[in-house]
């Protein structure tokens, strides 16, 4: 191949907080290197993310490190539907191979649904796809949605809440009787209940069982005989089924759509910050200025408090300190185990301090 060629090949794998990823970093990194092509690593952020324990943010974090030290370009998209992303993400980015853990290729139980691999194959099926052995299936990415990630327990709150919108509506229900509406305006009005349900509350754990929970109420409260779960009509039967799996449903897609705007408003902010801060770097008038906004936009993404060493005569200088919100920092930073790993990061270019291998007691 001509060194002035554009690269033909263009590899694509895929973190995650699994033990093995860094084995699917390393192969596609190979990979790149005998094909002569560009390497992309890309983490599909989920709802699910913000629900990860320390120790697998510990690990994902060293396989992007691990990514950048190979020269990998790291992407982040957001998204529930982990296939779909991939895929298109590959086809605006030109990617033609991925590189996947086996973890990810087959299904767990023969009631589940296609796996990465397949619905990657049937939404993308030009793009060619590597299976690396992969010991663990656990912290891989999924074949898609999962409804059940998060904690099962709802808060006292969000259980408040649903019993609050099922009371009112059953007392509703109560005067819509009255009236003699007809009934499917009162199941139309547990259909609400289950909607509000799922805007107030977080997770899906309420939303099922305010679900439940309608169905039963409006059997024992509303349906004749009353105050029994036993109703005359025989045609009740079906009602009852299809009201809990429309509210199910309902809840379901409802709380789905808040994630997703959840993580738009999340992209959206960032996208804002960087713009906000190319804007006023261009219109920074001095070093010191260009450091203090660069710390302040820093301070916005990460909610944490920065420290800044200007180099001088080969070193570091002193250090400045900005604090979140005004705050004022802790001496910690000026603590010879902050110091020491400050220099030794400025000497060989490379993290330092709590959670790496060194200067791992500096806080």
Same mark, same amino acid.
């Given at each position: 191949m001509n060194q002035n060629d554009p690269p033909t090949e263009h590899i694509l794998a895929c973190l995650s907080s699994s033990p093995s990823n860094a084995k699917?970093?390393?192969?596609?990194? #190979?990979?790149?290197k005998a094909f002569g092509g560009t390497f992309t690593a890309l983490y599909v952020r989920t709802p699910d993310?913000?629900?990860?324990?320390?120790?697998?943010?510990?690990?994902?974090?060293?396989?992007?490190?691990?990514?950048?030290?190979a020269g990998a370009d790291i992407s982040t998209i957001y998204g529930d539907d982990i296939p779909q992303q991939i895929a298109e993400f590959a086809r605006i980015s030109g990617i033609t191979k991925i590189v996947l853990g086996s973890s990810s290729v087959h299904r767990r139980h023969f009631w589940s649904g296609p796996s990465l691999t397949e619905k990657l194959t049937m939404t993308a099926p030009n793009l060619d796809i590597y299976i690396i052995p992969d010991a663990s299936a656990e912290n891989g990415y999924g074949s898609g949605r999962k409804l059940f990630t998060r904690p099962l327990l709802p808060s006292v709150r969000d259980l408040l809440i649903t019993a609050g919108i099922l009371s009112c509506i059953t007392l509703i229900g109560f005067f819509f009787l009255q009236l003699d509406f007809a009934r499917y305006n009162i199941i139309m009005l547990y259909m609400l209940g289950m909607l509000f349900t799922a805007l107030c509350t977080s997770g899906y754990t309420?939303?099922?069982?305010?679900?439940?929970?309608?169905?039963?109420?409006?059997?024992?409260?509303?349906?004749?005989?009353?105050? #029994?779960?036993?109703?005359y009509d025989p045609g009740y039967q079906v009602t009852f089924a299809l009201m809990l799996t429309s509210a199910i449903i309902t809840c379901t897609l409802t709380t789905r759509l808040k994630d997703h705007a959840k993580m738009s408003a999340q992209a959206a902010f960032r996208t804002k910050v960087l713009f906000d801060t190319n804007q006023l770097l261009q219109k920074a008038k001095s070093e010191e200025e260009i450091f203090s906004l660069t710390a302040s936009q820093?301070?916005?993404?990460?909610?944490?408090?920065?420290?800044?060493?200007?180099?001088?005569?080969?070193?570091?200088?002193?250090?400045?300190?900005?604090?979140?919100?005004?705050? #004022?920092?802790?001496?910690?930073?000026?603590?010879p185990e902050e110091r020491d790993a400050a220099n030794w990061t400025f000497a060989n270019k490379k993290r330092s301090g709590a959670g790496t291998d060194s200067y791992p007691d500096a806080k």
């Open positions: 699917i970093v390393r192969t596609a990194a #190979t990979m790149a993310s913000d629900q990860m324990g320390q120790e697998d943010c510990r690990r994902l974090q060293q396989h992007i490190r691990m990514a950048e030290q309420c939303g099922v069982l305010g679900s439940v929970a309608s169905v039963a109420l409006y059997n024992f409260f509303l349906t004749e005989p009353r105050l #029994t779960f036993h109703a820093l301070m916005k993404l990460l909610n944490r408090s920065l420290i800044v060493y200007l180099e001088q005569n080969g070193g570091l200088g002193a250090e400045q300190v900005f604090g979140v919100d005004g705050e #004022t920092a802790q001496n910690i930073f000026s603590a």
